[in-house]
């Protein structure tokens, strides 16, 4: 019996190689297929990789894994592309990115912190990423030498990102906006947020919660920032696995 699709969209900056610490443990389960978002040339370019993809694989059923840039994607195509997905896990996800107080939403950066990294990543691309990257961890995380490791593992695996494909992904964290979009989505969704998450902060996750209660299950992460994945992989995996179970069973009612 096939496997089924569960595609990988990273964050802003990353590449496939990501997804290591748990790849092994989910491909028991789901034929991985892993998106990049390294030649993006337009806004509209990131739901577009994965549309190229499902037409390639002619996927009538499939599930979406997203992580920070990457869970801001598959919101928007679980709420467009509803009879085709199974299920949704967002890992330090958000449905909006920066701030927008003409609506009264605070959860998240302002603009103008995003436009001076723009300008910051014009002058010099690789130390902007790292400090982005830096304020990934908790104390904790930083402590016991995940955040070194972490670092190691992205030089040994840098990507081939242009400056143009970083602002681009910065443009898309200012514009992207499904907030009005999640009572869209119709597949079990499992969100999975670190409570020291400096990017995405978990009032973000907690506002998606709130506007889709229906077969949606948030855990959070004690002393975990925001790649969950990678300092706790073992237990997102867990909660993936057990999360489909219960929805099999018919006994998830969070």
């Known amino acids: 019996m096939n496997k089924p699709y569960l595609v990988m969209l990273p964050g802003w900056g990353m590449g496939s190689y990501i997804w290591k610490p748990v790849q092994e443990m989910l491909s028991a389960d789901f034929e991985l297929l892993f998106v990049e978002w390294n030649d993006i040339t337009s806004v509209d370019g990131y739901k577009e990789k994965?549309?190229?993809?499902?037409?390639?694989?002619?996927?009538?059923?499939?599930?979406?894994?997203?992580?920070?840039?990457?869970?801001?994607?598959?919101?928007?195509?679980?709420?467009?592309?509803?009879?085709?997905?199974?299920?949704?896990?967002?890992?330090?996800?958000?449905?909006?990115?920066?701030?927008?107080?003409?609506?009264?939403?605070?959860?998240?950066?302002?603009?103008?912190?995003?436009?001076?990294?723009?300008?910051?990543?014009?002058?010099?691309?690789?130390?902007?990423?790292?400090?982005f990257n830096k304020a990934m961890f908790s104390n904790t995380e930083n402590s016991n030498g995940q955040a070194q490791s972490f670092f190691e593992m992205v030089e040994l695996n840098n990507s081939d990102y242009s400056t143009n494909s970083l602002l681009i992904g910065l443009d898309y964290l200012i514009q992207a906006d499904v907030r009005k979009r999640i009572n869209h989505i119709i597949a079990p969704m499992l969100l999975l947020h670190g409570e020291e998450d400096q990017i995405c902060p978990l009032a973000a996750i907690e506002y998606i919660r709130s506007k889709k209660?229906?077969?949606t299950r948030l855990i959070s992460l004690a002393h975990t920032g925001h790649i969950p994945f990678f300092t706790n992989p073992k237990q997102c995996y867990d909660s993936i696995k057990e999360f489909v179970k219960a929805c099999e069973e018919g006994s998830l009612y969070d």
Not at 107 to 118: A, L, T
């Open 50 to 131: 994965v549309v190229q993809l499902m037409n390639q694989y002619k996927m009538d059923s499939f599930s979406l894994l997203g992580w920070s840039l990457g869970a801001l994607v598959a919101l928007e195509l679980a709420s467009q592309y509803t009879s085709q997905i199974k299920y949704v896990f967002l890992i330090s996800g958000t449905s909006r990115f920066t701030i927008y107080k003409e609506e009264q939403y605070l959860i998240g950066w302002n603009k103008k912190i995003i436009e001076r990294m723009k300008f910051k990543l014009e002058k010099d691309q690789q130390e902007t990423r790292l400090n």
């Open 213 to 215: 209660t229906y077969q």
